[in-house]
């Protein structure tokens, strides 16, 4: 039954995502952005803000249990970096393989994902570097959590700036395919673009949320403990399901749109969760944290050594794939 279950709520998440990507194309060509802007921040905001409620309501609003709600938090908020720099990474160039080969080239915009790499990788060693501040240094890790909020707004700024000479280079988000609500006699104007948008999105949180809600009945049966589960399951259940946007787009040869989606998530999610986590949380270095904090920095450092090198191939990011392979070893073991 639950299988049954699990298996409907990905369908959903599948139509969603469809819906999604296809009314985000339109928004990006109306607005006149570019793909970076569309997938960095459009794309990867709104299919994460979803996913930032898991640690925000085990912190805030979770059960009686203070020490469960802050390993489900701590857990949730460092295992989505980790799931997005190997596993997402991995199973969006598995998408292109049969297409490209394993040698295949990848060609998203270099400056774009130059800079969330950049930006990801300074915050998130700030992250990593606050698990090792004492207790008692309140000082210390406020204004470590107040700097990594400035690291994302900069970021945000920056992206935004690079728009538009990004469009004159031949980098704007373009729409293939007409707007499906548009196919049933809808005008195609921006209030038709933000209700599908919203409609997309909906379907995504109620997909992801059964997604959820089954993957939890089965962890209670593997008998695994609160933090592995918000380090390994809940980041599967919660962001995987949505960054199928990804996939969409690199079978279609958007490479910059989803690359963007990917690592403009990662960017969101390793610099404003953190900073509620390092302030509100023990924050401290267990076994299974340091694990995916440095698999997480070794799969986005590796990104980056290869976009510095010239080229990205279909091979590269099965690297990725092994980090995360490496990671569940080391979790289990």
């Not at 939890?216 to 008998?223: D, K, N, R």
């Not at 076994?287 to 997480?296: K, M």
């Amino acid at each position: 039954m639950i299988f049954g279950e699990l298996l409907a709520m990905l369908l959903i998440i599948l139509v969603a995502a469809e819906v999604f990507t296809n009314a985000l194309e339109h928004l990006g060509e109306r607005l006149r952005i570019s793909e970076g802007v569309t997938g960095s921040l459009f794309a990867a905001v709104g299919t994460a803000l979803p996913e930032t409620m898991v640690p925000l309501l085990a912190i805030f609003a979770g059960t009686a249990d203070t020490r469960l709600n802050e390993e489900i938090g701590v857990g949730a908020i460092l295992g989505a970096p980790l799931m997005l720099s190997t596993l997402s990474l991995f199973l969006m160039a598995l998408a292109a393989l049969k297409k490209r080969g394993l040698r295949g080239h990848l060609a998203p915009e270099r400056r774009g994902l130059g800079r969330d790499l950049n930006f990801f990788l300074g915050a998130f060693a700030l992250s990593a570097l606050a698990l090792f501040m004492p207790h008692d240094g309140a000082t210390i890790r406020a204004a470590l959590a107040i700097a990594m909020v400035l690291i994302y707004f900069v970021y945000i700024l920056l992206t935004l700036r690079a728009s538009a000479e990004l469009v004159k280079e031949g980098h704007g988000t373009e729409a293939e395919e007409k707007m499906f609500l548009c196919r049933l006699g809808l005008p195609e104007n921006l209030p038709v673009i933000l209700a599908q948008l919203a409609l997309g999105l909906a379907l995504l949180v109620a997909g992801a949320k059964g997604f959820i809600y089954g993957v939890e009945h089965a962890s209670v049966i593997l008998g695994i403990s609160p933090l592995l589960l918000s380090l390994m399951i809940i980041p599967v259940a919660t962001e995987l399901p949505e960054k199928v946007n990804s996939i969409l787009w690199i079978r279609k040869h958007k490479d910059t749109l989803a690359f963007g989606n990917i690592t403009g998530a990662m960017v969101f999610q390793g610099t404003l969760l953190p900073a509620i986590g390092i302030t509100l949380t023990p924050w401290a270095p267990q076994r299974e944290v340091l694990a995916g904090v440095a698999i997480t920095l070794l799969a986005a450092g590796w990104l980056r050594l290869m976009l510095a090198r010239g080229q990205l191939r279909i091979w590269h990011l099965f690297v990725n794939g092994t980090l995360y392979a490496t990671y569940l070893a080391i979790a289990l073991w």
